[in-house]
């Protein structure tokens, strides 16, 4: 079965740093582009960021640019969201999904989503 | 604000046909990009709908249904269930902000 399990969120004050884990079962992880999604309360989904399947390629949403940083290593069937100085509007469950096809492809699947605080 | 627009919420009594709308513009859903589409229920993981357009995936009810159409996309939903009531979501590509747009998002629920 196909699944993502994230991890690493948690209550950090604004300025502060954190790095998320998505963990990939199921499939072969370095196949794949990978993205980070986030929620934030009462809010719809915003795109994050994404990851080629080597690694080589990122990019990220400007509202994060210069800030976040993923990562992945294909060995561990683990992708990363690094995010440094935090503010209170990154507060979101942040899921990581696998993506497909080509520029405007699709999610499938998603993880269950880790949340993240950003709070003095 | 999203850059895909939907209804805040729609209804319906078990049985019936619902739709949603998903807006956009010349730089993304009226390019050519494709629209999916996604079912969310809170503290769940969000689950693919309809993708490139008009496909489900496996698993997925022909209940549910995706067109598209100049700048708009729709998802229909035939013969409402309860289990149905979710918010529902419309994804598509941005070329102006060179990246993934989500729709604001539509509560659907069953009367």
């Known amino acids: 079965e196909v699944q993502l399990l994230e991890s690493g969120g948690g209550l950090v004050q604004p300025g502060g740093s954190l790095r998320l884990s998505c963990v990939a079962s199921?499939?072969?992880?370095?196949?794949?582009?990978m993205s980070w999604v986030r929620q934030a309360p009462g809010k719809g989904l915003e795109w994050v960021s994404e990851?080629?399947?080597?690694?080589?390629?990122?990019r990220y949403a400007d509202s994060v640019k210069g800030r976040f940083t993923t990562s992945r290593d294909n060995s561990k069937n683990t992708v990363y969201l690094q995010m440094n100085s935090l503010r209170a509007e990154d507060t979101a469950v942040y899921y990581c999904a696998r993506k497909f096809s080509g520029g405007d492809g699709w999610f499938d699947p998603w993880g269950q989503g880790t949340l993240v605080t950003v709070s003095s | 604000q999203s850059v895909l627009t939907q209804p805040p919420s729609v209804s319906g009594a078990p049985g019936q046909r619902v739709t949603i709308s998903c807006t956009g513009s010349?730089?993304?859903?009226?390019?050519?990009?494709?629209v999916h589409w996604y079912q969310h229920l809170p503290g769940t993981a969000p689950k693919l709908l309809i993708y490139?357009?008009?496909n489900r995936p496996s698993g997925v009810p022909d209940r549910f249904s995706g067109s598209k159409s100049g700048t708009s996309a729709s998802l229909a939903i035939t013969g409402l269930q309860a289990e149905d009531e979710a918010d529902y979501y419309c994804?598509?590509?941005?070329?102006?902000?060179?990246?993934?747009?989500f729709g604001s998002g539509t509560k659907v629920t069953v009367l």
């Open positions: 199921g499939f072969t992880l370095s196949s794949y582009v």
């Open positions: 490139g357009n008009n």
């Open positions: 990851i080629s399947g080597s690694g080589g390629s990122t």
């Open positions: 010349s730089s993304n859903i009226g390019t050519g990009y494709h």
């Open positions: 994804q598509s590509y941005d070329s102006s902000l060179s990246g993934f747009v």
